[in-house]
């Protein structure tokens, strides 16, 4: 009959790094078909799988080997005669529940496979080792007969399994040690495996922390930026209001001069002021002198007296005016003095 595949699914296939011992190595492109196969004649199961024309898993399953978990999608076992340790990530978890079912199932038909062959052992030996005790006895009761030639090839060919049989549990002993050994390498790899995972952990955890950090250093820098941006505006503003001010203050300016060179007029009018008093004065000394000359004259000399006074009202009101003025201008002075302290 041969192998017959008895369970199929498809996964992606890893192999353990043999330098390593930590890192995972695909050793597909793609995912592939992984199969149990149970050889009758043997009485043995099998996982294959094959990428093309390479074969990338040939793992006999013993009762010794564990079937892992490592994750949702992801599960390995060791095999310590291939010396490596095998990983399938699947593409859902159910896929993974199933194999790890199917794993199990196997790993206990191989171990009543492999338990019913020792027993067959044990019995073959026991059997072999009573057929030569009773031949033994026989050869001594007769030595003659056709009886005893087929007792004797009987007895020759059970002392030959038994020999055969010593000498392949000599073997398995031998290679039962190599697996433990194989698989307590095996277990360090793993056990050095998970440390690692450990340790990339933390250091995860450490670079997800720090990265928290800058982008809080990086949310108050923006802040930062945010309230100098601010500043400036207020700065460009200020700057605007001081050209405006600096504007009137320069008008004012024009005015104050205007205002002065108006002042100049002032000590003009003084001075014919004064030449008027000092005419009026004469003439009224005159008129002491002159009584006749001032009665044909005192009509000229009224209209002058109402000139005079006219003349002084004007004044008064000009310089009531000036006076205003100037007061004006020294509280804008006084207005942009403080100004200029506050800014």
């Not at 038909?109 to 030569?132: F, G, M, P």
Request: charged fraction near 35%.
């Amino acid at each position: 009959m041969g192998e017959q595949p008895i369970f199929t699914t498809r996964a992606h296939v890893f192999q353990i790094d043999p330098n390593t011992k930590k890192n995972w190595v695909p050793a597909s492109k793609q995912a592939v078909t992984v199969s149990y196969f149970y050889d009758v004649t043997r009485n043995s199961y099998r996982i294959i799988s094959v990428d093309g024309a390479k074969v990338i898993i040939n793992s006999t399953i013993t009762p010794n080997m564990t079937f892992t978990k490592t994750s949702q999608k992801f599960g390995q076992w060791a095999d310590s005669r291939a010396n490596t340790v095998f990983g399938l990530g699947f593409s859902s978890e159910q896929q993974l529940t199933k194999f790890a079912e199917k794993f199990l199932e196997v790993k206990e038909a191989a171990r009543l496979a492999r338990d019913k062959s020792q027993e067959k052992i044990e019995t073959s030996s026991n059997h072999s080792q009573a057929s030569s005790i009773n031949g033994t006895d026989d050869e001594k009761a007769s030595h003659a007969g056709p009886a005893d030639t087929h007792l004797k090839s009987e007895n020759d060919k059970l002392k030959i399994a038994l020999t055969q049989s010593a000498a392949n549990v000599k073997k398995w002993e031998v290679e039962l040690q190599t697996l433990r050994e194989s698989n307590a390498r095996l277990t360090a790899a793993l056990q050095e495996s998970a440390a690692s995972a450990e340790q990339w952990k933390r250091q995860f955890s450490v670079c997800r922390d720090e990265n928290d950090r800058l982008r809080h250093k990086i949310d108050e820098l923006e802040e930062q930026c945010s309230e100098i941006n601010r500043e400036k505006e207020k700065n460009t503003q200020l700057k605007r209001r001081i050209e405006e001010l600096e504007s009137e203050l320069r008008e004012k300016e024009t005015e104050l001069k205007d205002l002065r060179k108006q002042s100049e007029i002032i000590p003009q009018l003084m001075s014919e002021c004064e030449y008027v008093s000092e005419k009026l004065e004469a003439a009224e000394r005159d008129n002491q002198n002159l009584e006749d000359k001032v009665r044909s004259l005192k009509t000229d000399i009224e209209e002058s007296k109402y000139r005079q006074r006219h003349l002084k009202v004007e004044l008064k009101n000009f310089l009531e005016v000036l006076d205003g003025k100037i007061d004006d201008l020294h509280d804008f002075r006084r207005g942009l003095s403080k100004l200029g302290t506050d800014n």
